[in-house]
């Protein structure tokens, strides 16, 4: 088959975030299966796109919020306003629908689209409405800024996050409904659209890389440098509500000698008095600085879909303490992991492991059959579904109600 990928940002080369290692995996699950794919997005600066792929690049794109000014930041919203629409699709309307309709005729023939996350699908809808499609739900993207709404303490901010969802909800509906199928990461979000949809959504097993990663093994492999390693993208409001979790609801229950690290780019610095807690920043080998750490906590509380840190984390074969949030999505969960909501136990499960950890027993075990069994499964679901993806399978999707409007291009 020849597919077109649909993403606000194009799978790269060297995955960094949560959003390029579910992009990778899509890519490459498709191209092991042996289908043509072409991909349509941005290319966020300082990346190189993924190797050996038929690109058609709009532009390079920075959509991340901590990696830019607050002027920009009003520029997005007011193209938002201005448009009616949200801000993740806002971003988006740098160019207009008619180049990337030229792009999709270029292509022609071909059997249908994945489109890849809301953003880029949502601001140009109308131009990939005619297509048969499956519809990639990494997240379901509403709840997560509904949820974020409800924590919100200023006034604005929680408009805002409220004004966010309700874009978000009607377009993942929009095109969940549309869809041929729908892929998910985590088996509730299957019914995160409506139980019509769930009849056709599947959940699309994950892992972080194509090969599986390889991790130290023996204690003379790599010295640890911390007691615990947490890393993410905290700019990202669930992943900040779970760091904020830790550090307030957990952090108070730990022994001041435990080693602290937390490596990732965030908007505004925390503040801690337990003295073991460092911020790293960035980092140059998010594995190393795992493989790094006595025990892993993994630490979600909110938001939808897998959790990809927690999958990496199982395929480095690293001790951890998760909460259940953490392991949404994940059918075996590895024997060296521990699952705790309450902080207490939270913390007194790390405590045990820790103490195990300097007594000598690092409990790491070998991730490469959790990765192995998680590709299988993998590309079982996507050629399954993808033996039912035909033109004729297109459905007809709700119409427009009147205070929203889905554009055909940018008029910023």
Same mark, same amino acid.
């Given at each position: 088959?020849?597919?077109?990928?649909?993403?606000?940002?194009?799978?790269?080369?060297?995955?960094?975030?949560?959003?390029?290692?579910?992009?990778?995996?899509?890519?490459?699950?498709?191209?092991?299966?042996?289908?043509?794919?072409?991909?349509?997005?941005?290319?966020?600066?300082?990346?190189?796109?993924?190797?050996?792929?038929?690109?058609?690049?709009?532009?390079?794109?920075?959509?991340?919020?901590?990696?830019?000014?607050?002027?920009?930041?009003?520029?997005?919203?007011?193209?938002?306003?201005?448009?009616?629409?949200?801000?993740?699709?806002?971003?988006?309307?740098?160019?207009?629908?008619?180049?990337?309709?030229?792009?999709?005729?270029?292509?022609?023939?071909?059997?249908?689209?994945?489109?890849?996350?809301?953003?880029?699908?949502?601001?140009?809808?109308?131009?990939?409405?005619?297509?048969?499609?499956?519809?990639?739900?990494?997240?379901?993207?509403?709840?997560?800024?509904?949820?974020?709404?409800?924590?919100?303490?200023?006034?604005?901010?929680?408009?805002?996050?409220?004004?966010?969802?309700?874009?978000?909800?009607?377009?993942?509906?929009?095109?969940?409904?549309?869809?041929?199928?729908?892929?998910?990461?985590?088996?509730?979000?299957?019914?995160?659209?409506?139980?019509?949809?769930?009849?056709?959504?599947?959940?699309?097993?994950?892992?972080?890389?194509?090969?599986?990663?390889?991790?130290?093994?023996?204690?003379?492999?790599?010295?640890?440098?911390?007691?615990?390693?947490?890393?993410?993208?905290?700019?990202? /409001?669930?992943?900040?509500? $779970? #760091?904020?979790?830790?550090?307030?609801?957990?952090? &108070?229950? +730990? @022994?001041? *000698?435990? %080693? =602290?690290?937390?490596?990732?780019?965030?908007?505004?610095?925390?503040?801690?008095?337990?003295?073991?807690?460092?911020?790293?920043?960035?980092?140059?080998?998010?594995?190393?600085?795992?493989?790094?750490?006595?025990?892993?906590?993994?630490?979600?509380?909110?938001?939808?879909?897998?959790?990809?840190?927690?999958?990496?984390?199982?395929?480095?074969?690293?001790?951890?303490?998760?909460?259940?949030?953490?392991?949404?999505?994940?059918?075996?969960?590895?024997?060296?992991?521990?699952?705790?909501?309450?902080?207490?136990?939270?913390?007194?499960?790390?405590?045990?492991?820790?103490?195990?950890?300097?007594?000598?027993?690092?409990?790491?075990?070998?991730?490469?059959?959790?990765?192995?069994?998680?590709?299988?499964?993998?590309?079982?679901?996507? /050629?399954?579904?993808?033996? $039912? #993806?035909?033109?004729?399978?297109?459905?007809?999707? &709700?119409? +427009? @109600?009147? *205070?929203? %409007? =889905?554009?055909?291009?940018?008029?910023?």
């Amino acid at each position: 088959m020849h597919l077109v990928l649909v993403s606000s940002l194009v799978p790269v080369a060297n995955p960094a975030s949560g959003f390029d290692i579910a992009n990778r995996a899509v890519l490459d699950g498709l191209r092991a299966l042996g289908h043509r794919v072409s991909v349509i997005g941005f290319l966020q600066p300082g990346r190189t796109p993924a190797l050996d792929c038929e690109m058609h690049l709009l532009g390079e794109l920075e959509v991340t919020n901590a990696k830019v000014g607050t002027l920009q930041k009003l520029r997005w919203l007011g193209t938002a306003f201005l448009n009616r629409t949200s801000v993740s699709s806002g971003k988006m309307l740098t160019v207009r629908a008619n180049r990337i309709q030229s792009i999709l005729d270029s292509l022609a023939p071909f059997d249908g689209l994945v489109l890849n996350s809301v953003q880029l699908p949502a601001a140009f809808a109308q131009v990939f409405r005619p297509y048969p499609s499956i519809y990639v739900a990494h997240n379901v993207e509403a709840d997560s800024a509904f949820e974020s709404a409800e924590r919100a303490n200023a006034t604005l901010e929680r408009f805002l996050f409220r004004r966010e969802a309700q874009y978000l909800e009607y377009y993942e509906q929009h095109l969940a409904q549309n869809a041929v199928a729908v892929w998910t990461f985590a088996e509730a979000d299957r019914f995160g659209f409506g139980r019509a949809v769930s009849e056709r959504a599947f959940v699309l097993p994950l892992v972080t890389g194509w090969d599986a990663p390889v991790a130290p093994t023996s204690e003379h492999d790599q010295d640890l440098r911390h007691d615990l390693g947490l890393i993410g993208t905290w700019s990202w /409001r669930p992943n900040r509500l $779970g #760091l904020d979790w830790f550090l307030a609801e957990v952090v &108070p229950h +730990l @022994p001041e *000698d435990m %080693t =602290i690290a937390i490596a990732g780019q965030m908007d505004g610095m925390p503040t801690v008095s337990h003295p073991g807690v460092r911020f790293v920043g960035r980092v140059p080998d998010a594995r190393a600085f795992v493989a790094q750490s006595a025990i892993v906590p993994l630490i979600s509380r909110g938001g939808t879909g897998v959790q990809l840190k927690s999958l990496e984390t199982f395929e480095l074969g690293m001790p951890c303490v998760a909460t259940q949030a953490s392991l949404r999505g994940i059918e075996a969960i590895p024997d060296n992991c521990s699952a705790a909501d309450d902080p207490a136990e939270f913390a007194r499960l790390l405590v045990e492991r820790v103490v195990k950890v300097r007594a000598g027993d690092r409990q790491r075990l070998d991730g490469s059959a959790f990765h192995r069994a998680q590709k299988v499964r993998l590309m079982r679901v996507m /050629r399954n579904v993808l033996a $039912g #993806l035909a033109p004729a399978s297109v459905a007809e999707g &709700p119409s +427009l @109600p009147p *205070d929203l %409007t =889905i554009h055909e291009g940018g008029r910023s």
